[in-house]
C-alpha cells in the first residue's frame, strides 16, 4: 500500500468514533447540514461502516422531504404501522438504538 492511499486510513484513525446512539442524536444537524466538518466525516463514516443504520437515515430523511412537501398529509394506518414495527426492530428495551 503506498503511503497516498494510506492517509485516509491515518486521518480516519483521528476522527471521533460514532455509534448508532450518536447517529440518532445528530441525525437532524446532519441531514441539515450543521454537523462541524469532522463530525460529518464521523457520521458519513459510520453509515460507511454500519448497514442497520443506513435504512434508518433514509427513512428518516424520507419522510423529512414528504412533510416538507406536502402541507396536509393523511398517512395511512399501513404505513404507522410499518413505521412502528420498524422502528420496535431497531430499539432495544430501553428505547436506545443497539450500539454497533
Request: with cysteine.
Amino acid at each position: 500500500m503506498t503511503i497516498m492511499k494510506m492517509i485516509p486510513l491515518i486521518k480516519s484513525f483521528f476522527l471521533p468514533k460514532m455509534s448508532c446512539q450518536d447517529v440518532n442524536a445528530f441525525l437532524a444537524d446532519y441531514l441539515e447540514g450543521r454537523l462541524e466538518p469532522q463530525m460529518h466525516k464521523a457520521f458519513a463514516n459510520h453509515l460507511a461502516m454500519c448497514p442497520a443504520c443506513v435504512p434508518f437515515v433514509e427513512q428518516y430523511a424520507t419522510t423529512i422531504q414528504l412533510i416538507r412537501d406536502e402541507d396536509d398529509i393523511a398517512v395511512p394506518d399501513a404505513v404507522v404501522d410499518h413505521t412502528l414495527a420498524f422502528l420496535k426492530t431497531q430499539l432495544n428495551g430501553n428505547g436506545q438504538r443497539p450500539t454497533s
